[in-house]
C-alpha cells in the first residue's frame, strides 16, 4: 500500500504511524524523491484496514499496489483455475459448461422431465432450487430438504453433477452430495455462509449480489479462497441501475473485467439478468462472445404453471435453439479448443 501525507505533517506524526504499523508486522518506508510525502507500507498488507489508515488525520490519500484480493488475483494471462467435479465435468479454462434446470424444484416428475431434456441438449450440470431466497414471504419458498432428495435422485437418473442454492449455515448437512453449492445474490456477502462454504471444501458458485461491484465479488471470493477451498466459480447475474425495461442489467463488461483479474472461471446467469424469456438468448450469446466460461440458465416444462420465475424459463424448444446458436458461435470464434 502507498500513501500520502499531507505537507506539513510532522516527525512525531510520522513515527506515531510507524509505531502503529510496527505494531501490525507492518513497516513504513520513504518512497524516495518525493520530499517526505509518499511512503510504502511494507510486509502483508491484506489484513490493513485502509480505512483505519485514512483515519489518521494527517494522511491524505492511501491506495492499493497490489490488490486486497491476492488469492484470486491473475497472476499471469494463461492462469485458469479449472475445477473437476466428481464425474470428471471440468470448468474453466478451455471447457464451457451449461448448468440448466428449473427455477425450483417443484416435484420429481417435473425435474427428471426438465433434467432429461436438457442433457440431451447439451446440459452438464443440473440447476435446481431446494431453498428459495423469495422476495415475498407469502410466495413459494421452496421444497427444503425434500428438494435436495429429489435433486440427489435426478443426478443418479441423468448421472449428471448438480447444483442448488445454500440459504442458511443451518442447511450445509443437507448439501453433502450436492456438487456445487450455490451463493446467490442476496447471500454474496453474507460472510459467515461464505466462512462455512469455504471450510465444506465443495465447489462453490458464488454470484453477484444486483448492488456490488466487482471488487466487492472478488473479495467475497477471497473470504472462500482464504478459507482454504479455491474451487469457486464466478457468476454476473445483473445489476440493479436507473434502467427498468428489464429485471436487471446485464454487465456483460463485468466478464471481461473478471477475467482479466481473476483466475477463477466466471459464469453468467442470463435468465435472472433479464426476467423474461424471450431476451434469455440474445443476452446468453453476447455473454458466450464475451468469454465466459458458462451459462447457469432456467428451464421449464411448463413455464406458464412454473412455482416460480415462470416468466423467464425456456421451453424445450427455445432451449434447444439456443443449444444450437451456442455451438454455432463458439465454433465460429474458435472457442472449442477441442475440435
Ligand atoms: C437462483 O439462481 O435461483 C437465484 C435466486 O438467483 P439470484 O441469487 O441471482 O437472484
Ligand atoms: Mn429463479
Known amino acids: 500500500m502507498i500513501i500520502i501525507l ?23 518506508s520513504l518512497v524516495d524523491g518525493f520530499e517526505k510525502k509518499v511512503y510504502a507500507i511494507i510486509g502483508d498488507t ?14 491524505r490519500e492511501a491506495k492499493w499496489v497490489i490488490e486486497p484480493h491476492k488469492k484470486v488475483d491473475k497472476i499471469s494471462v494463461d492462469n485458469h483455475t479449472v475445477i473437476e467435479l466428481e464425474n470428471g465435468t471440468k470448468i474453466g479454462g478451455d471447457n464451457f459448461v451449461m448448468m440448466v434446470g428449473p427455477c425450483t ?82 447471500n454474496m456477502q453474507n460472510t459467515p455462509l461464505l466462512k462455512e462454504v469455504a471450510k465444506s471444501g465443495k465447489t462453490v458458485l458464488l454470484k453477484r449480489g444486483w ?12 473470504y472462500v479462497l482464504s478459507g482454504g477451498n479455491s474451487n469457486v466459480i464466478l457468476c454476473e447475474r445483473g445489476i440493479r441501475t436507473f434502467e427498468n425495461s428489464l429485471r436487471n442489467t446485464l ?32 443476452m446468453a450469446l453476447a455473454s458466450v462472445a464475451a468469454g465466459a466460461d458458462g451459462l447457469i ?18 421451453t424445450f424448444e427455445e432451449f434447444d435453439d439456443l443449444s444450437k446458436k451456442i455451438t454455432i458461435l463458439r465454433n465460429a470464434l474458435k472457442l472449442n479448443k477441442n475440435l
Not at 510532522?10 to 510496527?22: N, Y
Not at 440458465?297 to 425456456?314: F, K, R, S, W, Y
Open 6 to 28: 499531507n505537507e506539513n505533517t510532522s516527525q512525531i506524526e510520522i513515527e506515531m504511524l510507524g509505531r502503529w504499523l510496527e505494531d501490525k508486522n507492518l513497516r513504513l
Open 46 to 59: 491484506a489484513q490493513l484496514d485502509i480505512d483505519k489508515v485514512c483515519s489518521f488525520q494527517f494522511v
Open 105 to 186: 424444484v417443484e416435484s420429481i416428475d417435473q425435474l427428471s422431465s426438465v433434467a432429461e431434456f436438457v442433457k440431451s441438449k447439451g446440459a452438464s450440470v443440473i440447476r435446481g432450487g431446494a431453498y428459495k431466497p423469495r422476495t415475498s414471504p407469502y410466495s413459494f419458498q421452496g421444497l427444503g430438504k425434500e428438494g435436495i432428495d429429489l435433486m440427489l435422485q435426478v443426478k443418479k437418473e441423468t448421472k449428471l453433477p448438480i447444483i442448488s442454492e445454500l440459504l442458511d449455515v443451518r442447511d450445509i448437512d443437507n448439501f453433502s452430495d450436492v456438487d456445487i453449492i450455490q451463493i446467490g445474490a442476496r
Open 211 to 222: 448492488s456490488n461491484t466487482i471488487e466487492e465479488l472478488l473479495l467475497s471470493a477471497e
Open 251 to 282: 454487465d456483460i463488461s463485468a466478464i471481461p473485467i473478471l477475467k482479466e483479474k481473476t483466475h477463477l472461471p466466471v459464469m453468467v446467469d442470463p435468465s435472472h439478468a433479464v426476467g423474461k424469456s424471450k431476451h434469455v438468448s440474445s
Open 297 to 314: 440458465i432456467e428451464v421449464h416444462d411448463e413455464p406458464q404453471n412454473a412455482l416460480c420465475d415462470g416468466p423467464q424459463a425456456l
